[in-house]
Nanobody, 124 residues
Framework: QVQLVESGGGLVQAGGSLRLSCAAS????????LGWFRQAPGKEREFVAA????????ACADSVKDRFTISRDNAKSTVYLQMNSLTPEDTALYYC?????????????????WGQGTQVTVSS
């Protein structure tokens, strides 16, 4: 089992930045992928970014790849999402997710563990 706790969300003006963090606990010594998804009201949960255990492989949605950066610190069992140039369209509940292995999928049902989410609200 892996437990995930997100933090770092909040209210920011358009053009601003936020850094989300997700601390993993439990069986974190095994090889697993950490990722971020988001879900806006009335919309489906969508993939944002993910990173492999080593940090050498990453994947990022086209809608955010020029503005968001994912990274991880295995010593702290933490994954980060640096979000720059935020727009109101980025407003959503952001979830951290984990799955065992090295393959990085983008579909929510391919992830085994989920955090409770952290709200990001971008005002215009």
């Amino acid at each position: 089992q892996v437990q995930l706790v997100e933090s770092g969300g909040g209210l920011v003006q358009a053009g601003g930045s936020l850094r989300l963090s997700c601390a993993a606990s439990g069986r974190t010594s095994s090889n697993y992928v950490l990722g971020w998804f988001r879900q806006a009201p009335g919309k489906e949960r969508e993939f944002v970014a993910a990173v492999s255990w080593s940090g050498s492989n990453t994947a990022c949605a086209d809608s955010v790849k020029d503005r968001f950066t994912i990274s991880r610190d295995n010593a702290k069992s933490t994954v980060y999402l640096q979000m720059n140039s935020l727009t109101p369209e980025d407003t959503a509940l952001y979830y951290c997710a984990a799955r065992r292995g090295s393959y990085i999928p983008s579909r929510p049902w391919e992830y085994d563990y989920w955090g409770q989410g952290t709200q990001v609200t971008v005002s215009s």
